[in-house]
């Protein structure tokens, strides 16, 4: 469970949170099953902070920073994560349906059963992302420039084709 005071802080805004991570570097943010959906959040830094199975659907977190965060089942359905730093994230089992991905950068992230349908992953980096299959990427909407390792990519190509044309 979420730690109350952590969700008020979060709901203050990036602002806030960023300077309060700043004044206690030694907290672990606790935001997990926490309900912040709709909340912009661009440039936040939940980096290490416990998001497992929270409700984000429709929030925007351009340039945020995930990196290292615990994010195992988090719903980010419709979220605008343009530029969005995921990485060592653990996104295992993360609903990321519709969300626009564009730049996000996924290196050394755990993907499994992580759902992108209907995501955007333009120019996003998922080399080096684990437990990433190729079916999670057969419902895209666009992976224009995706750097992702080209065995899976000859994958979605033959699955996938209009997603090359």
């Known amino acids: 469970m979420a730690d109350s005071e952590h969700v008020l802080k979060a709901k203050e805004g990036a602002a806030a949170w960023n300077r309060w991570r700043d004044d206690e570097p030694d907290v672990m943010p ?8 709709g909340l912009n959040f661009d ?3 939940f980096a290490k902070s416990a998001l497992k199975l929270a409700f984000c659907k429709g929030c925007s977190f351009v340039g945020a920073d995930f990196s290292g965060a615990n994010m195992r089942g988090v719903n980010l359905e419709g979220c605008d994560l343009r530029g969005a730093v995921l990485r060592d994230a653990n996104l295992e089992g993360a609903h990321m349906l519709g969300a626009d991905l564009t730049g996000a950068d996924f290196a050394g992230a755990n993907l499994k059963l992580a759902n992108f349908d209907g995501a955007i992953l333009r120019d996003a980096n998922l080399r080096g992302a684990k437990k990433l299959r190729a079916p999670q990427l057969f419902a895209l909407k666009s992976l224009q420039n995706l750097r992702v390792s080209e065995q899976i990519l000859e994958k979605v190509k033959s699955q996938s084709p209009h997603l090359f044309e």
Do not use: C, R
């Open 30 to 37: 606790d935001l997990g099953w926490a309900n912040l959906n």
């Open 43 to 45: 440039g936040v830094v």
